[in-house]
């Protein structure tokens, strides 16, 4: 079984600011993805960033990066100049290469504060 | 269309009665998956369809939850004699394959059906 943890269940930052969020998962396969999904009020779930195991290099998008440590089974996300529509719940999703559903951490939400 | 529809977009029931959830996946999707999103449970995998066939219905918590898809397209996830612990936002996902890898099998989101048994 694996599984996906969020250890903050909240989190603010001043609008402009940089915040980093926590996730950190457990799986026996080799070859696994890792997600941030972002859900707004609206609940519409929008992907932010894909990490594919078997890359070391950490996936960027944007203001949108990753620090993902294998070995730690670390993937935490890192928001840079904040804006107010950052503010949602922000998930972290496994998915292994062996299935095909994804395993979601509990959620932080996040608010960006003007 | 551009992206997952879902409707309806709010349901309220009383319990003991049926309903039907609805799907359309992105076009030319050929996976789909329906999650369970409760305050209880977080977001749980319910079962996922390759085409019109479902692999996988593990995540289905009991019998009286059951999921079709037609032509490859459209899916409905019943649930019958619903229960007030059923009440949860019910999402939806559709990706372009399931294996192989890459972004291809990346799940694009639904805006989900809030479903509210009485």
């Known amino acids: 079984a694996q599984t996906v943890t969020q250890s903050q269940p909240e989190m603010s930052v001043q609008e402009a600011e940089t915040v980093t969020l926590s996730c950190t998962y457990d799986?026996?396969?080799?070859?696994?993805?890792l997600f941030w999904y972002k859900q707004p009020p609206s609940r519409q779930m929008i992907l932010v960033i894909r990490q594919e195991a078997y890359k070391q290099q950490n996936a960027t998008e944007n203001r949108f990066s990753v620090n993902f440590q294998k070995a730690a089974k670390s993937f935490s996300l890192k928001i840079s100049d904040s804006q107010l529509g950052d503010t949602a719940m922000y998930f972290c999703a496994l998915r292994s290469g062996a299935g095909n559903m994804l395993t979601f951490g509990g959620g932080t939400r996040l608010m960006v504060k003007p | 269309g551009a992206g997952v529809s879902q409707s309806p977009s709010n349901k309220v029931t009383e319990k003991g009665k049926d309903v039907e959830l609805r799907c359309d996946p992105i076009s030319g999707h050929t996976a789909l998956y329906w999650y369970r999103q409760s305050l209880g449970q977080g977001l749980e995998f319910l079962i996922y369809?390759?085409?019109?066939?479902?692999?996988?219905k593990s995540g289905l918590p009991s019998d009286r939850f059951s999921a079709e898809r037609t032509g490859g397209s459209v899916s409905t996830l019943t649930i019958q004699r619903t229960q007030q612990e059923d009440s949860a936002v019910y999402l939806c996902?559709?990706?372009?394959?399931?294996?192989?890898?890459?972004?291809?099998?990346?799940?694009?989101f639904g805006p989900g059906t809030r479903l509210l048994v009485l």
């Open positions: 996902a559709s990706s372009l394959e399931t294996s192989g890898g890459g972004p291809r099998e990346t799940q694009y």
């Open positions: 799986t026996s396969e080799n070859n696994y993805y």
């Open positions: 369809f390759q085409g019109n066939s479902a692999p996988d």
